[in-house]
């Protein structure tokens, strides 16, 4: 098959042909029909991520079709249509036993822990627990994209910010991950706040559901106007970006009792940032990560998909061919554009 390979951390990945892979006992093998670039990619492709071993194929973000299956697996056969969560959870450990697999103990992590799906086909492990079915009416594209920015942001709001009507929320960043928070905040029936640094990405969030936008890079302080807009702070804020500054301001912004939740990955240098700790205190704020989002938990997500609440189709940006994918990988370091890129051609 063809696949994007990178030898080295930091230099050029290439197109190569790679034998085809096969599935595990418990597992399947995909042939992918989309994939998400994300900055994921960006960090592992970097040397950030301890787990990945060279020469390795990047990609966590897919859809595609069922072509193989491991003698164990009971619930897929050949042809179906499915996706996966990054953090795919072993099934058997205490974290998955108690309904958390989001932080499994043992986790299979395409494009990390394994050989990801910037390729034509790719072997996902614990298929029975992880795998779920597309609906009819999904595009592939639509079905990448959720994977791991829009099921993160699904927990991030739902779960773990535990956001109800009325609440303000103030989401720092406004990428794919950012977006999709505002989508899903905004469909909980909260009032949602957009801040970034560009005009265009502010204008896309007030048509996806944000009542207020701040352009950070033309608010002297960026904590002061949040307060402002929501008389006092935000219920619950979450950062998006994952950087010391926007991570301070979504904690420094939030009212009393208000929640955080840390999204944006923080890793290298800023894996240690500065926490206003004299307000959690007095505050008694609380702060929270949010690690991709049980298989299971997608049920809620698809009927809210499927009723047209969320439409995370909005958000699907470029589409791009395998062969563009290097480059687009080797780009993510910077910002993106507008919504989540999708590789969508393989040949
Ligand atoms: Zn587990
Ligand atoms: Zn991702």
Known sequence: MKAVVFEKFGEAPTIQTVADPTPA????????EATGLC???WHGWMGHDDGIRLPHV???????VVVATGKQVTRWKPGERVTVPFAV?????????????????????????AWGSFAEYVAID??????????????????????????????????????????????????GVGLSAIMIAS????????????????????KIGAVATINASKTPNVVKAVKQITNGGAHMSMDALGHPTTSFNSIANLRRRGRHVQVGLMLGDHARPQIPMDKVIAFELEIRGSHGMQAYRYQAMMEMIRTGKLKPELLVGKRISLEEAPAALMAMGGFEGIGIGVVTKFQ
């Open 89 to 113: 959870g072993c099934g058997r450990c205490f974290e998955c036993t108690s309904g958390n697999h989001q932080v499994c103990e043992h986790q299979f992590q395409p494009g990390f822990s």
């Open 126 to 175: 614990h298929a029975d627990t992880n795998l779920v079915r597309l609906p009819d009416k999904m595009e592939f594209a639509t079905a990448a994209s959720l994977g791991c920015r829009f099921v993160t942001s699904f927990r991030a709001i739902v779960d773990q910010g535990r956001v109800t009507p009325g609440e303000w929320v103030a989401v720092h960043g406004c990428g």
């Open 39 to 41: 900055r994921s990619d």
């Open 58 to 64: 990047p990609g966590h973000e897919l859809a595609g």
């Open 187 to 206: 469909a909980m029936g909260a009032n949602v706040i957009a801040i970034d640094l560009t005009d265009e990405k502010l204008d896309f969030a007030s």
């Open 25 to 32: 006992q418990g597992g399947v093998v995909i042939k992918v």
